[in-house]
């Protein structure tokens, strides 16, 4: 169902000229070419579903997977983070589609992220409102152990890149924390380093401690336009000024700068605000493919970005098409915009 039609939107996307290959000036040298493999459940990589969904996500041309784990604690004042037995994969899952992700040459990125589970009116950006010093050494002495397991698992999985943490906007303050943090993970793990921050266009200072991993990770959610409706150019317009606080930081600290998660959903307004999951819309296929071109267009002209992983790629093959108006380029117009790039070689 996701795939049927496919023939027609490579002839809509023609006309409308969304799918033009980038010129080869615009190439780049070591680009990680992602898009992120998420599954909510402890059996979301077990059988064929999400393999055959994988080899779909390879089809796209990617050289990377992110391969999304969740952690959880109950609210944003609990001090303790746990593995769930319903929704954290397992450990075995998690071997398993890593090793057939290499199997089709694909990359690997193993990136744990904590969530609230009893919390629905906070998210993990907020959490500690009310700690002080010991509460925070427990949060973070439990963090530490969760994330060090997850090293050690991408290490024996031999997964090339890992991220310490993702969006925990009211911890990344504790720069000695962190940096224990780092350090641990190095201790069990060989590959690269990454944080999957969300503030450096908003506060670029926030983390003071990116001398200590080995790339400079954001997600990429940006408010591109007001427009119900913009254009490539408008959404481009948008990108340029994204990319300035950026630069800026990846000249500071010398490192490269990756978009942990870059995305938007296929639904009209989109761009107003791309983080917003919750948020429901008629569905705009058009408007998503705009923006994976204006996105791909604006990385391309920056050698200095060296990778980005689109959110996301569900495990179940039947999520997306063109009545879906999640993240997922899957079946989309997007879809065939990433594979024009992708296959345009921004390695």
């Not at 890992?162 to 993970?185: K, M, N, Y």
């Not at 994976?292 to 569900?314: C, D, E, N, V």
């Not at 179940?316 to 915009?337: I, N, W």
């Amino acid at each position: 169902m996701v795939a049927a039609g496919i023939v027609a939107l490579l002839v809509c996307l023609a006309l409308l000229g969304l799918a033009a290959a980038a010129p080869a000036q615009a190439a780049t040298k070591g680009v990680e070419k992602g898009v992120s493999f998420t599954g909510y459940w402890s059996d979301s990589y077990l059988g064929s579903a999400p393999r055959a969904s994988l080899r779909a996500l390879c089809a796209t041309g990617a050289t990377w997977a992110m391969v999304l784990v969740t952690v959880y604690q109950n609210d944003i004042d609990a001090t303790t983070i746990s593995r769930t037995g319903q929704e954290t994969p397992t450990d075995a899952s998690l071997r398993s589609i890593i090793a057939y992700a290499h199997g089709l040459g694909l990359k690997v990125m193993l990136k744990p992220q904590l969530d609230l589970l009893r919390d629905p009116s906070h998210w993990r950006g907020q959490i500690g409102p009310h700690f002080r010093g010991a509460a925070w050494a427990a949060w973070f002495a439990s963090y530490q152990e969760q994330i060090v397991h997850y090293a050690t698992l991408a290490a024996g999985a031999h997964c090339e890149q890992f991220s310490v943490g993702c969006e925990l906007d009211s911890t990344v303050g504790h720069e000695a924390a962190w940096r224990q943090i780092v350090a641990a993970v190095r201790a069990v793990y060989p590959g690269k380093v990454t944080y999957a921050d969300d503030e450096i266009a908003s506060d670029p200072r926030a983390v003071a401690w990116w001398d200590a991993v080995d790339l400079i990770g954001q997600d990429a959610y940006p408010t591109l336009s007001d427009r119900l409706h913009p254009t490539v150019a408008q959404l481009e317009a948008g990108w340029r000024s994204y990319y300035r606080p950026l630069l800026r930081l990846q000249r500071r600290f010398d490192k490269p700068v990756i978009f942990t998660e870059i995305g938007a959903r296929s639904i009209v307004g989109a761009a107003r605000a791309p983080w917003d999951w919750q948020v429901s819309g008629k569905v705009d296929l058009v408007g998503q493919a705009r923006w994976y071109r204006a996105a791909l267009a604006a990385f391309a002209a920056r050698p200095w970005m060296k990778g980005l992983f689109f959110w996301q790629w569900y495990p179940d093959p039947t999520v997306g098409g063109l009545r879906d108006g999640s993240y997922t380029p899957h079946g989309k117009p997007a879809e065939v915009v990433l594979r024009a790039w992708f296959a345009h070689r921004l390695n």
